[in-house]
């Protein structure tokens, strides 16, 4: 029995890239919630549409990490909270 890094034989920078994009996208959907915005609403502020923002709160992978810290920056959160998801 392994890891999930270890079934799709990942290295360690390919497994922190998978950990940050996850951090992201749980904090974007946080700090979404806690700031009393639907995906819907959000979206209009970024430009985009619901279903994109409920991709990156889901992590797909298509979503970029621009689009992520982007998002992040605009519902105002800080670039050292930004710093501190860093793996």
Do not use: C, W, Y
């Amino acid at each position: 029995v392994g890891n999930a890094e270890d079934f799709l034989e990942l290295n360690q920078a390919e497994s922190d890239f998978i950990a940050l994009k996850i951090a992201l996208s749980e904090h974007l959907k946080t700090r979404r919630q806690s700031l009393r915005l639907t995906q819907k609403e959000f979206a209009g502020m970024i430009h985009s549409s619901q279903s994109r923002v409920a991709k990156m709160e889901a992590g797909d992978p298509g979503v970029t990490l621009d689009l992520l810290v982007k998002s992040l920056l605009t519902l105002k959160t800080s670039k050292e909270a930004i710093e501190k998801m860093l793996p």
